[in-house]
């Protein structure tokens, strides 16, 4: 699947498949209040080194969204993926 972020192409089929994860996504609901649904959201790297991330929403409506190193390295700590952080940010220090 194809989609156009920032007027450039990101392409799942191109890209490399890095990691499913749950992601809240915060949308107002009735009466203003703030509700948080989870949805499936894959992050992809790009040839070039670039983060995307596509979330699964209702209805198998996919969205995608352009992701710095900086969110994509305090998503792997949350998820605590210590693999992937050493593979695509260097080694950690041990504590």
Not at 26 to 55: H, M, Q
């Amino acid at each position: 699947m194809r989609f156009i972020i920032d007027s450039k192409v990101y392409d799942t089929e191109k890209s490399e498949r890095i990691i499913k994860y749950k992601k809240e996504y915060p949308l107002e609901g009735p009466l203003g209040l703030i509700i948080e649904p989870k949805y499936d959201t894959i992050l992809y790297r790009t040839r070039r080194g670039n983060w995307f991330s596509v979330a699964i929403k209702s209805f198998d409506k996919k969205v995608a969204y352009k992701e710095s190193n900086d969110t994509v390295k305090k998503l792997f700590k949350s998820l605590n993926e210590v693999e992937l952080y050493n593979k695509y940010f260097g080694t950690l220090e041990e504590a």
